[in-house]
């Protein structure tokens, strides 16, 4: 990131760095079938990168507004495990903040170390806004995790994800009978987990949306 030279820009990431941070985790990534915390940012404000990860977790948008404005590259950031601030922001539901991060031209089809998305992040947590604001910029609606996981893939694991689901589905460039490296496609993975799978029959190649049904 850039050198901050000026009295302005200085007395800006001072302020940044006195904002009262609550002691606690700081949610960074899962693995392709679990959501486990796995890092504790203890220093979220020892650099201009870390605060940006933290003020977007936190739901501070007058603070990553700030940071943006201060420096533009810290918009694609990454925590330990390649999360980005998008990631936050989408796995939060944090859709104005998201919406910010994108305009700063964030990466929509940026990659944690496990191959997760911003799409997947959304998509865990049943962030249908998300999902949808992501599509609009561009993010790949059949991005393949290193577990050949495609965001489909993981809204087929929560149980109420009718939203989401139908967002995905939608999209004119769902595949979505593609197969996780289990050789399972979303609807599989849907049939065992209840309640929404009706909503993956819309996938079936004899699936007719005017009328609702397969023939």
Request: proline content about 3%; hydrophobic content about 35%.
């Amino acid at each position: 990131m850039g050198d901050y030279d000026s009295d302005d820009e200085k007395s800006q990431i001072e302020k940044l760095r006195n904002v009262k941070v609550p002691r606690g985790m700081f949610v960074s990534g899962w693995d392709d079938d679990s959501d486990e915390l796995i890092q504790e940012d203890k220093n979220p404000q020892a650099s201009i990168d870390r605060m940006i990860l933290w003020a977007v977790n936190e739901n501070r948008i007058s603070e990553v507004r700030e940071i943006l404005q201060l420096d533009a590259d810290t918009v694609n950031s990454r925590d330990d495990d390649g999360y980005s601030p998008l990631h936050r922001a989408c796995y939060n539901n944090f859709v104005d903040i998201a919406k910010l991060l994108l305009q700063y031209r964030a990466n929509p089809n940026a990659r944690t170390a496990l191959g997760w998305t911003p799409l997947h992040s959304a998509c865990k947590w049943n962030n249908a806004d998300c999902a949808q604001l992501l599509l609009q910029f561009g993010a790949d609606v059949n991005a393949e995790s290193d577990g050949q996981q495609t965001p489909l893939h993981i809204t087929s694991t929560v149980s109420s994800c009718r939203n989401t689901a139908s967002v995905l589905l939608l999209d004119r460039n769902i595949k979505p009978l593609k197969e996780n490296n289990s050789e399972e496609t979303a609807a599989v993975i849907a049939r065992r987990n209840g309640m929404s799978y009706f909503i993956f029959e819309m996938g079936n190649e004899a699936y007719d949306c005017e009328t609702g049904l397969i023939d």
